[in-house]
């Protein structure tokens, strides 16, 4: 039991992760209906920065908390202009173009931004520094770490502010018009592009912070590791119900269960045929089956009546 809780949390932790960064690819399809595949690049970018500016001022007396606080700033800052310059100069020329050429254009932007990343920060992996309190919490058995509880915290701070936002704010009526019907919307005084550009850059704070949770967690960052997390992430929107904010949540926790849950009992009930390496199968066995059952996700497409 011991082992089952602790797997639990980790599953919770992995999920919330998972979450942070379907919560940006939700956003995005849900106004312009657009699988933003660069998006993990964005977050590999946000760890990248953050581990500049860590190492940067690793002796300058600040404490870990500040730093990661500094470095969030950092990283959210750079992978906001950087998501506003690809929604201006890569997506938006190609808005009214055949659904299949903004999803070339997104897979090549993944690309460059992988081979970008690498030249400036070369290809090697990083430690990323502990910045947080190393010592476990023990829970009368499992345990978990002070990084993890921020992870967790995180995760149910976001997604109740971006709920608030979607809801009730006016940039949020501005998002429901424009996902509902943008040239109507523009009729009524909204202004499209802006609405878009704004939804572009909340993605990327998610995903920055998402990328200096990853960091801090793993302790290691490179050029490529915003693919697999980007990848999952997509899983855990589909899995939700994409365009659904809380789907989007559901679907990452649940997805972060299942492999940590799998990692944990696969060489068990495989009698050591398959190890723990083999848990992403889970990932895409689940999607497969989603599709396959219920292809609108778990909480299905939110799809505004009205604005």
């Known amino acids: 039991m011991e082992t089952f809780f ?28 657009l699988i933003n595949f660069a998006h993990g690049e964005v977050l590999m970018v946000g760890a990248l920065v953050s581990w500049t500016f860590v190492t940067t001022f690793a002796g300058s007396g600040l404490s870990g908390w500040q730093l990661m606080l500094l470095s969030a700033v950092c990283s959210i800052v750079a992978c906001s202009v950087l998501n506003f310059a690809i929604e201006k100069l890569a997506y938006r020329p190609l808005r009214n173009a055949p659904r299949l050429a903004p999803l070339i254009t997104a897979m090549g932007m993944s690309l460059l931004l992988q081979t970008i990343a690498m030249i400036i ?12 309190s190393a010592t476990p919490i023990d829970l009368g058995g499992p345990v978990i770490s002070v990084t993890q509880c921020l992870i967790l915290g995180l995760t149910v701070v976001i ?53 200096i949770m990853w960091a801090a967690n793993y302790g290691t960052v490179q050029h490529a590791m915003g693919f697999l ?13 994409i365009g659904n904010l809380a789907g989007a949540v559901v679907g990452g926790v649940l997805l972060g269960l299942i492999e940590a849950l799998g990692a944990g009992y696969l060489g068990i009930l495989t009698g050591g045929v398959l190890g723990s390496q083999y848990t992403d199968i889970f990932a895409f066995i689940a999607l497969i089956l989603v599709l396959t059952l219920r292809p609108q996700g778990l909480l299905g497409e939110r799809v505004a009546d009205r604005a």
């Open 121 to 132: 920060w070369k290809p090697n992996p990083k430690p990323y520094p502990q910045l947080l």
């Open 159 to 211: 997604l109740a502010a971006l709920m608030y936002l979607v809801n009730k704010t006016k940039l949020g009526r501005a998002m429901r018009a424009t996902a509902e019907n943008p040239r109507v919307a523009a009729l009524m005084g909204v202004k499209p592009d802006m609405v878009i550009s704004a939804t572009f850059v909340i993605g990327a704070s998610l995903a920055a912070v998402a990328g």
């Open 6 to 33: 602790q797997q639990i949390i980790n599953g919770l932790v992995l999920g919330s992760m998972y979450a942070l960064v379907a919560l940006g690819y939700t956003m995005v399809y849900g106004i312009i209906n």
């Open 229 to 241: 997390p980007g990848l999952k992430a997509f899983t855990a929107a589909v899995l939700g119900g």
